[in-house]
């Protein structure tokens, strides 16, 4: 609750929280996934989702040849009113600079790859930065639409491939490049919650990028140029316990917020061999956290409970859909479902 | 059916000679389709044993990639794969069976086939590319498996038509063609020999 002491106070909030509050009725709580999961098939699914109304913001209802798109539609509007309803752009812009990234990837390595690509299925309309100007500046090296710090991080990965023509760079690059734009966008903003937020999500992505690098059989050279800096945690420490046991890892966590999440998705990863429950773990980790929007009136904290939500939402109704084409058995889905915000 | 040819020694002698070779060629022929065969039979046993090992595998792998496609976004996925750092090829080489050429091929992949985000990824993707990587050379012995067989089932055919065709038509038309020469030389020496008595009898009167 210490950010309930602090944040409580901001008036400026006041209209956004309200329309917040009318739009987490459109969230899934567990009855209505348990439902979901339960349903015999994809059509029983979808028809539950309908019958909720979840096409809260008047997109398309959920259909058997595209709720895919669906979906996209529906994350799509959840940023728009977002954008909307933030006092402060940065707000908007710390969740959205994901996606400004995202096709940024998309658009560079379609650019290096050689052949002529397609890029139209894979960019998304969410961002900072419209699609066309990102278009510009890789595909032309026109630089003037886009934002400083993005030019920058783009002119360093350009350089970097040159020197080093290898797809890795590309995303271990931006990925880094992402979060040094996100922690300097944040700088004076006097948003403590959010700040942590973030450092917190660099954790838990430098935790399973470690995890994955040992997993995978990768070298201390290789860890050094994923791990993102900005988190919490010590990347020297991360590093050097690369050589040691996976099963003696849990150990390495003691006495920091992660400690019971890593002991139970690693003992996971020791029965089923499978990162699903430690990933699964984080996402309800980052819920955890922001879920403490709830309970606050007048601070940013509700604005950043319902992006995560909504995107936990989109990843459990996309898990059970998706489950329900594979045949998978309820029990099985139960195991992978994130937790609900409400 | 007779061959038309003059029913003389000379095409009596080339007939038995073009009969004693179909009749060698033939015994050859029946030997080498009864190889194939053999060989075919064991490449089809070894072709199901391994089809029944794939499917199995694959299943498993389409279940993995399954749990991945249910957990990130289909454009995210586009992006993380779009640009691969592995590069494969296949290498042919040929071996002999029964004098037919069939393939032997070998994958050759350099470069870490891992070249995406370490974060907004599903871990499950490092594991699925992995299997599915390591499900490709088995691809290969299948692919390899399906080809020899193709190629065997056509020699066996080719083979099975020039057996029979020999068994059949030719070796038939030969004996018979070989039957009525010998016959009709036979009638021949008889005919002769009918009017060398004769002539013999007149000249005795």
């Known amino acids: ?342 | 059916m007779l061959l038309k040819v003059n029913p003389n020694r000379m095409e009596l002698l080339r007939l038995r000679k073009r009969l004693a070779t179909a009749k060698r060629g033939h015994k050859l022929l029946k030997d080498k389709r009864d190889a194939l065969i053999q060989e075919f039979i064991s490449l089809v046993r070894e072709n199901e044993k391994i089809r029944e090992e794939l499917e199995d595998k694959l299943r498993e792998g389409y279940l993995i990639f399954a749990s991945v496609s249910s957990l990130i976004n289909p454009k995210s996925l586009e992006e993380t794969i779009m640009f691969p750092k592995a590069k494969s090829a296949v290498e042919i080489n040929f071996k002999n069976i029964m004098s037919v050429k069939v393939p032997n091929y070998l994958l050759k992949g350099e470069g870490n086939f891992y070249a995406y985000s370490l974060i907004n990824t599903p871990p499950e993707l490092d594991l699925s590319l992995k299997y599915f990587y390591e499900l490709l050379p088995l691809m290969l012995k299948l692919a390899e498996l399906d080809k020899a067989t193709t190629l065997l089932a056509e020699e066996i055919e080719k083979t099975r038509r020039r057996v029979n065709a020999l068994e059949y038509v030719l070796i038939p038309d030969l004996e018979e063609t070989v039957k009525f020469i010998t016959m009709k030389l036979d009638e021949v020496a008889r005919s002769s020999i009918s009017a060398i008595m004769r002539i013999k009898e007149i000249i005795r009167e």
């Open chain 1, 1 to 342: 609750m210490e950010f309930t002491e602090t944040s409580n106070t901001e008036t400026t909030y006041a209209y956004s929280v309200g329309r917040i509050r009318e739009l987490e009725n459109t969230l899934l709580n567990k009855v209505l996934l348990d439902k979901m999961i339960e349903a015999p098939d994809l059509v029983s699914s979808l028809n539950i989702l309908r019958e909720r109304g979840f096409e809260s913001y008047g997109s398309e209802a959920y259909r058997l040849e595209d709720w895919e798109n669906s979906l996209d539609q529906e994350l799509l509007q959840t940023y728009k009113i977002i954008k909307d309803l933030s006092p402060y752009p940065f707000l908007y812009e710390v969740f959205a600079l994901n996606y400004d990234f995202h096709n940024l990837k998309v658009l560079i390595k379609a650019k290096y790859r050689g052949k002529k690509y397609n890029t139209t299925t894979a960019l998304v309309e969410i961002g900072t930065v419209k699609v066309k100007n990102l278009i510009m500046a890789i595909e032309e090296e026109k630089f003037v639409e886009i934002p400083v710090p993005f030019e920058v991080a783009v002119k360093k990965l350009m350089s970097e491939y040159n020197k080093f023509p290898d797809p890795e760079i590309i995303d271990l690059l931006l990925d880094k490049e992402k979060y040094i734009i996100i922690l300097s966008l944040l700088k004076d903003k006097r948003a403590p919650f959010l700040e942590k937020f973030i450092r917190v999500d660099i954790d838990l992505n430098n935790i399973l990028i470690a995890i994955r690098t040992k997993i995978r059989g990768e070298d201390k050279n290789f860890l050094r140029k994923a791990l993102i800096e900005g988190g919490n945690l010590n990347l020297k420490n991360l590093t050097e316990i690369l050589d040691s046991p996976l099963s003696s890892w849990n150990t390495r966590f003691a006495k920091t917020d992660y400690e019971k999440m890593v002991e139970l998705g690693l003992k996971s990863y020791e029965e089923f061999h499978s990162l699903l429950e430690i990933e699964r773990l984080m996402d309800n980790f980052r819920l955890d956290y922001v879920k403490i929007g709830k309970f606050i009136t007048l601070g940013m904290e509700p604005l950043i409970g319902f992006i995560i939500a909504k995107e936990i939402d989109l990843k459990n109704i996309r898990l059970i859909l998706r489950s329900k084409l594979d045949k998978l058995s309820p029990t099985k889905i139960k195991e992978r479902i994130r937790e609900a915000y409400v």
